[in-house]
């Protein structure tokens, strides 16, 4: 079974510039969510998708951060425009919910230094 | 609030036993996960612990004490390559599968 893909993985732009990553959830998970670390620190939820729809998004900075999800598979975040406390790395999991244990799995993450 | 406690840094020797604690506030519980994470790599799930009591699965077992917040990830046998850092992220409330992680844990094994 493939593994949650994501792209790029490594990204480098000046501040005010506008960036976007990409995921694809292992097949089959019908919930996605978006991460992010920083350096030392544990993953902190920025939004979470059943489907289509955005179920969670309390913690997405939503006056520079958006995704969407349309067909329900793929995804994408989007920052605009960056800042330079937007470096840190950003991960996209995904999980079965009808799993007894629900487990989210982990993509290698993109990591994004602003400059 | 939320808050997950765990050690920032341990080390230990190859072939040595190491446990890593973690202790958890968290405004509901609906189980327990242990990640392990590589430098520059996903988290890869370890374990899942919802009841009291100790998981076993090969080299690696976790316990549960929802009485005391509190759980431990144990590592047996330590190989060079187990040094990476270790997540603990606790299930809360809501009926739904949000994850509070803790900062981790870096354990670097020695020869």
């Known amino acids: 079974e493939a593994g949650v893909v994501q792209s790029p993985r490594y990204k480098i732009i000046e501040k005010k510039q506008p960036v976007a990553f990409w995921c694809n959830p292992i097949s089959g998970h019908n919930t996605l969510y978006w991460y992010l670390q920083n350096l030392g620190q544990g993953p902190e939820l920025l939004i979470r998708y059943e489907n289509e729809e955005a179920v969670d998004d309390s913690q997405l900075p939503k006056d520079r951060f958006s995704a969407e999800r349309l067909k329900g598979v793929d995804s994408t975040l989007k920052i605009q425009p960056a800042e330079l406390g937007d470096s840190a790395v950003y991960l996209c999991?995904?999980?079965?919910?009808?799993?007894?244990?629900?487990?989210?799995?982990f993509g290698p993450g993109t990591r994004l230094t602003v400059l | 609030g939320q808050n997950i406690d765990q050690p920032t840094e341990m080390t230990a020797t190859e072939g040595a036993i190491v446990q890593i604690n973690c202790t958890y506030q968290t405004s509901g519980f609906n189980g327990l996960f242990w990640y392990q994470q590589h430098a520059g790599e996903a988290p890869t799930f370890l374990s899942y612990n919802v009841l009291d009591g100790l998981e076993e699965k090969g080299r690696f077992s976790s316990f549960l004490s929802r009485s005391k917040g509190y759980s431990y990830l144990l590592l047996k046998e330590l190989q060079m390559k187990d040094s990476a850092s270790y997540l603990c992220?606790?299930?809360?409330?809501?009926?739904?599968?949000?994850?509070?992680f803790g900062a981790g844990t870096r354990l670097a094994v020695h020869p």
């Open positions: 992220a606790v299930k809360g409330a809501g009926g739904y599968n949000k994850l509070i």
């Open positions: 999991a995904s999980s079965r919910r009808t799993s007894e244990t629900d487990t989210q799995y």
